[in-house]
């Protein structure tokens, strides 16, 4: 049995809902603070409620501020957010989407006509050059500046989209740090990139993957799941954290974001209502971690850094098996 204790980060894309603004007939208009803050009976149920759990249990998480949606909003709507974040003693890092880039152009209507943005060809950080990838991280530690907040030490790509030309951005910017990868729902085409757990190291940069795990294997297929808080049941969690403890597999990153808390048919409307499954998840999660510290030691990105890149590179790389029965029973348990 392994006594060293099991590092654990609980990680939040915090972005703004583009809204299927791109998609003919181009009626819908990008979602701000709304797609953040949901009221429901004069309490928060979106990002406050997570706030106010993670306060509960005296737990810190560490947020990955979008920052490339500026180039609709402004700076100052998700400079509020951060702030909130921030102010509750909360880790505040990098998030870019590079698709908000195009409300940059003064003719976006004409050119998203023409060119149909997607996911994969216009909000992948990694396909862009080494020029543009470092112009966006850039201009995100700009922004976080403006914000008065701590300067970032670590990046997450939009969608877990990235290269190695990321890490080589990266550097140029003064970023030691990143969670750019999440085998469960991206495979890079790099296959050095093909990264499940564990701490690594790209162009002098840590990369800390989100975590992947095995949940079915059925003739000699294996399906990867990412550790997420709406893709997992609490006893899905649980078994792989104890894994990962027993296999000496660290740090074990879990990924959410604020609209899983929501149900989607009520997203954004007044009398949105809470996605109860989710909700009841993310609060076991949260009391086992707080019930078990000293197995468990949750810790932020920017907190375990120093410890981290003292740590042998590469780390261990182990894609963990869940139980079949478990994934089964996913629809029917929280």
Same mark, same amino acid.
Request: proline content about 4%; aromatic content about 10%; some cysteine.
């Given at each position: 049995?392994?006594?060293?204790?099991?590092?654990?980060?609980?990680?939040?894309?915090?972005?703004?809902?583009?809204?299927?603004?791109?998609?003919?007939?181009?009626?819908?208009?990008?979602?701000?603070?709304?797609?953040?803050?949901?009221?429901?009976?004069?309490?928060?149920?979106?990002?406050?409620?997570?706030?106010?759990?993670?306060?509960?249990?005296?737990?810190?998480?560490?947020?990955?501020?979008?920052?490339?949606?500026?180039?609709?909003?402004?700076?100052?709507?998700?400079?509020?957010?951060?702030?909130?974040?921030?102010?509750?003693?909360?880790?505040?890092?990098?998030?870019?989407?590079?698709?908000?880039?195009?409300?940059?152009?003064?003719?976006?209507?004409?050119?998203?006509?023409?060119?149909?943005?997607?996911?994969?060809?216009?909000?992948?950080?990694?396909?862009?050059?080494?020029?543009?990838?470092?112009?966006?991280?850039?201009?995100?530690?700009?922004?976080?500046?403006?914000?008065?907040?701590?300067?970032?030490?670590?990046?997450?790509?939009?969608?877990?989209?990235?290269?190695?030309?990321?890490?080589?951005?990266?550097?140029?910017?003064?970023?030691?740090?990143?969670?750019?990868?999440?085998?469960?729902?991206?495979?890079?085409?790099?296959?050095?990139?093909?990264?499940?757990?564990?701490?690594?190291?790209?162009?002098?940069?840590?990369?800390?993957?989100?975590?992947?795990?095995?949940?079915?294997?059925? %003739?000699?297929?294996?399906?990867?799941? &990412? +550790?997420?808080?709406? $893709?997992? @049941?609490?006893?899905?969690?649980?078994?792989?954290?104890?894994?990962?403890?027993?296999?000496?597999?660290?740090?074990?990153?879990?990924?959410?974001?604020?609209?899983?808390?929501?149900?989607?048919?009520?997203?954004?409307?007044?009398?949105?209502?809470?996605?109860?499954?989710?909700?009841?998840?993310?609060?076991?999660?949260?009391?086992?971690?707080?019930?078990?510290?000293?197995?468990?030691?949750?810790?932020?990105?920017?907190?375990?850094?120093?410890?981290?890149?003292?740590?042998?590179?590469?780390?261990?790389?182990? %894609?963990?098996?869940?139980?079949?029965? &478990? +994934?089964?029973?996913? $629809?029917? @348990?929280?």
């Amino acid at each position: 049995m392994n006594k060293t204790k099991t590092d654990v980060v609980i990680s939040f894309d915090i972005e703004f809902d583009i809204n299927n603004a791109f998609t003919p007939p181009y009626q819908h208009k990008p979602r701000g603070k709304e797609s953040i803050y949901c009221v429901n009976d004069n309490r928060d149920i979106g990002l406050g409620y997570i706030l106010d759990t993670l306060n509960k249990y005296d737990l810190k998480a560490t947020f990955f501020v979008e920052t490339c949606n500026t180039s609709y909003f402004g700076s100052s709507s998700m400079g509020d957010v951060a702030q909130d974040i921030f102010k509750q003693g909360h880790d505040v890092q990098l998030h870019i989407h590079p698709a908000w880039e195009i409300f940059q152009k003064n003719d976006w209507h004409d050119f998203v006509a023409q060119h149909s943005p997607s996911s994969d060809s216009h909000d992948n950080l990694g396909q862009l050059d080494q020029t543009m990838q470092t112009q966006l991280i850039k201009k995100g530690l700009s922004l976080f500046s403006e914000w008065q907040l701590p300067r970032p030490i670590a990046l997450r790509a939009g969608n877990l989209f990235s290269s190695s030309i990321t890490y080589q951005a990266m550097r140029e910017n003064d970023l030691p740090i990143a969670s750019n990868i999440g085998m469960g729902i991206h495979v890079p085409k790099e296959e050095k990139l093909h990264l499940y757990s564990g701490i690594h190291k790209f162009d002098d940069i840590l990369e800390v993957p989100v975590t992947s795990f095995c949940d079915v294997v059925f %003739l000699g297929c294996v399906h990867k799941k &990412l +550790a997420t808080l709406i $893709g997992m @049941s609490f006893a899905e969690m649980k078994q792989l954290l104890h894994k990962c403890h027993d296999k000496a597999v660290s740090p074990a990153v879990f990924l959410s974001h604020v609209s899983e808390f929501i149900q989607p048919d009520s997203q954004y409307e007044s009398g949105s209502k809470s996605n109860q499954t989710v909700c009841q998840r993310f609060e076991r999660l949260c009391q086992f971690l707080s019930d078990n510290r000293d197995t468990y030691n949750t810790t932020t990105i920017s907190s375990a850094y120093e410890t981290w890149k003292s740590l042998p590179i590469n780390g261990k790389n182990e %894609l963990i098996s869940t139980s079949i029965l &478990l +994934a089964l029973m996913r $629809g029917l @348990s929280s």
